[in-house]
């Protein structure tokens, strides 16, 4: 029961607005199909971007409950014409970003976060600026269980954050 909660819990919290047919169906046979809706995905967020800003981030917390690693592989969104994931990693003293070739693995009983200065989305060539408190739609395709679409919910969380103290100026390149 309490698990049943929490599912209900993180569904209503990342996807509340969207068309939820697929969530639907993976709640419904979540028993009968133990590799379908395997993934939960919570806590998904994005950063307002400024007028003319190229790039959005998408960060996200995938658990995987399922007994088979699976694999986020590619994501999409309307909102940018490519979406890729990335890593960060820090190189002599400087933050880089680099994306990720082999998809980034979640594996059984796991859970990867997606957050600043780690893995993260990257939305390219955005078609226009992301506002604080909109929905950004995202389908993630997973390799090993069913696509998830979400949605990012655009908020400035950077103020909130532990780690402040630089990258102050270059908030845009701060994924
Ligand atoms: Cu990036």
């Not at 969207?18 to 993934?39: F, I, K, P, S």
């Not at 592989?73 to 003293?93: D, F, K, L, N, Y």
Request: glycine share 8%.
């Amino acid at each position: 029961m309490n698990q049943l909660k929490s599912l209900t819990t993180v569904f209503l919290l990342s996807c509340s607005t969207l068309g939820t047919t697929a969530w639907a169906a993976d709640l419904q046979h979540h028993n009968d199909h133990h590799e379908m809706g395997a993934v939960q995905i919570h806590n998904a967020w994005s950063r307002p971007t400024p007028p003319g800003a190229a790039m959005g981030v998408g960060y996200l917390t995938i658990t995987n409950n399922g007994a088979e690693d699976v694999s986020l592989v590619a994501a999409e969104s309307p909102r940018a014409s490519r979406v890729s994931i990335h890593e960060t990693s820090m190189h002599e003293g400087m933050m880089r970003m680099q994306p990720l070739s082999g998809g980034l693995a979640i594996p059984a009983g796991g859970t990867v976060e997606l957050r600043p200065r780690s893995y993260h989305l990257m939305l390219e060539q955005l078609k226009e600026p992301l506002m604080e408190g909109e929905m950004i739609p995202v389908r993630l395709d997973f390799n090993g269980a069913e696509d998830v679409t979400i949605k990012l919910v655009v908020q400035s969380l950077d103020g909130m954050g532990m780690d402040h103290s630089h990258h102050m100026d270059h908030s845009e390149m701060d994924h």
